[in-house]
């Protein structure tokens, strides 16, 4: 596709569920990452990926979140027993040139949790 | 730690005017500063960058200014339109920011016609 496309756009969970977010990244961008957006902020890192390997985690809040990359291209973000703080929306982003280079976001995933 | 600022609070302005959104900084000058566009329900779209040894950059009706001394980024948008209304979020990236991009909260621009 010509953009960077997340799936579901909007996911509802219970309290407690697992979610699995999906992003499918520009074609032939080498590094992507996960953002996450409370209402009113601005994006906050998670996890960045060049290729398949997972460089720097280290935005990631807790260990009930996880992500992959296994094949270099598509990454899903998972995040297990969910709670009402991880309601947000989820943005992921790739780019040509590495962590320099400007961004190019999906419309990003927003999660609800009750 | 790294702390941005951008305006709070919602600027407003008339069309035709030109719209300066500002992004200050503390401690550590980036090694390069992005401005995005996010409209409402969107993922954020890239504007512009500018670098460290650079002092100012411009993209049509778009400017952007970056003074490491001030530890200040200014944003205007020149002759501005209501299509302009928008988020308008500022991002700092290099090695002190841990080589990954780092948001600031944004200020959200109305233009009104």
């Known amino acids: 596709g010509a953009g960077v496309s997340q799936s579901p756009r909007y996911k509802v969970a219970k309290r407690g569920q697992d979610v699995a977010l999906r992003c499918d990244p520009i074609?032939?961008?080498?590094?992507l990452f996960w953002y996450q957006q409370a209402l009113g902020q601005g994006p906050e890192f998670l996890t960045y990926f060049q290729n398949e390997a997972q460089l720097d985690k280290s935005g990631l809040p807790s260990d009930r979140f996880f992500a992959e990359r296994p094949e270099g291209s598509v990454s899903t973000l998972k995040i297990q027993r969910t709670q009402q703080e991880d309601s947000a929306v989820y943005l992921c982003?790739?780019?040509?040139?590495?962590?320099?280079?400007?961004?190019?976001f999906g419309e990003g995933s927003r999660l609800t949790v009750l | 730690s790294q702390k941005i600022e951008q305006n709070s609070e919602a600027l407003n302005i008339q069309e035709g005017k030109t719209a300066t959104l500002t992004c200050n900084y503390t401690n550590y000058s980036p090694a390069y500063l992005q401005w995005y566009r996010q409209d409402p329900g969107r993922g954020p779209v890239f504007l512009l960058l500018i670098r460290e040894n650079e002092k100012e950059k411009r993209k049509e009706r778009l400017k952007v200014t970056f003074d490491t001394t001030l530890k200040q980024s200014l944003f205007h948008i020149t002759a501005s339109q209501p299509a302009d209304s928008a988020t308008y979020l500022c991002?700092?990236?290099?090695?002190?920011?841990?080589?990954?991009?780092?948001f600031g909260a944004g200020t959200i621009l109305r233009v009104k016609s």
């Open positions: 982003a790739s780019s040509f040139t590495g962590l320099t280079g400007e961004l190019f």
């Open positions: 991002a700092l990236g290099g090695m002190e920011y841990g080589n990954k991009l780092v």
């Open positions: 074609s032939g961008h080498v590094s």
